[in-house]
């Protein structure tokens, strides 16, 4: 999902070896530091969070726990393009919302409600639209592209971690074989480099210890 959508930062690293909480994860870096966001790319990053989602959903027909605490990401921000920054065409630019109190040291904000009741019912359904939105982008980008899919699946289950490069090649038809191949061979071009670094410096160790002993 993440290199099917245009936007969004470049793709890192994948990787199936749990982390904390996570059981995995995708890895982004962004090119150039984010002073802002457009409402185009949170709608994209939040079908990008639902791309474990929609892949239990395709492959397993079943729900795990794997996918919370991007669902709550997602959802949040869903919530704070409605409510916060003005980005729904139905409420328009309002802030309905104010995060109070200290940011720092993981502390929770409260947050100051200016609506009423009714109000709150057409947040609630504005902000499931926006994330249904993005649950079905990710839903319809993977049944696109299930080849793909099924082959990331098997390098990971055989290499745990993979990065860009490799991703980009398998969502342009990269085969499991493929990807091994170029995996050695970028291995074997590492081994070659590490050897010349190695007799070069072998060789300028050398060199001082000459130079010591006419000195």
């Not at 993440?2 to 969004?8: A, P, S, V, Y």
């Not at 605490?69 to 920054?85: F, G, K, P, Q």
């Not at 939105?133 to 971690?161: C, F, P, Q, R």
């Not at 590492?190 to 160790?205: H, P, S």
């Amino acid at each position: 999902v993440g290199k099917t959508i245009k936007g969004l930062d470049p793709i890192h690293k994948v990787t199936i070896i749990p982390r904390g909480m996570a059981l995995g994860l995708t890895q982004t870096l962004p090119e150039e530091d984010m002073l802002s966001l457009a409402r185009s790319k949170v709608m994209n990053m939040i079908a990008f969070l639902f791309g474990g989602r929609a892949a239990e959903e395709l492959v397993l027909q079943d729900f795990t726990t794997g996918a919370g605490n991007d669902i709550e990401r997602a959802t949040d921000l869903a919530r704070r393009m409605v409510c916060e920054w003005g980005m729904s065409d139905k409420l328009g630019p309002l802030a309905l919302e104010r995060r109070e109190g200290p940011v720092f040291l993981g502390m929770q904000q409260n947050q100051a409600r200016e609506y009423s009741e009714s109000k709150a019912q057409e947040i609630d359904q504005e902000v499931r639209r926006i994330v249904v939105e993005g649950h079905d982008l990710a839903m319809k980008i993977l049944k696109d592209n299930m080849s793909a899919l099924h082959t990331m699946a098997e390098v990971l289950l055989e290499y745990e971690t993979i990065d860009g490069d490799e991703v980009d090649r398998m969502v342009n038809g990269a085969t499991a074989a493929e990807i091994k191949t170029f995996r050695d061979s970028r291995q074997e071009q590492l081994e070659k480099e590490r050897k010349v670094v190695a007799e070069q410096t072998e060789k300028e160790i050398r060199a001082k210890a000459e130079d010591d002993k006419r000195a």
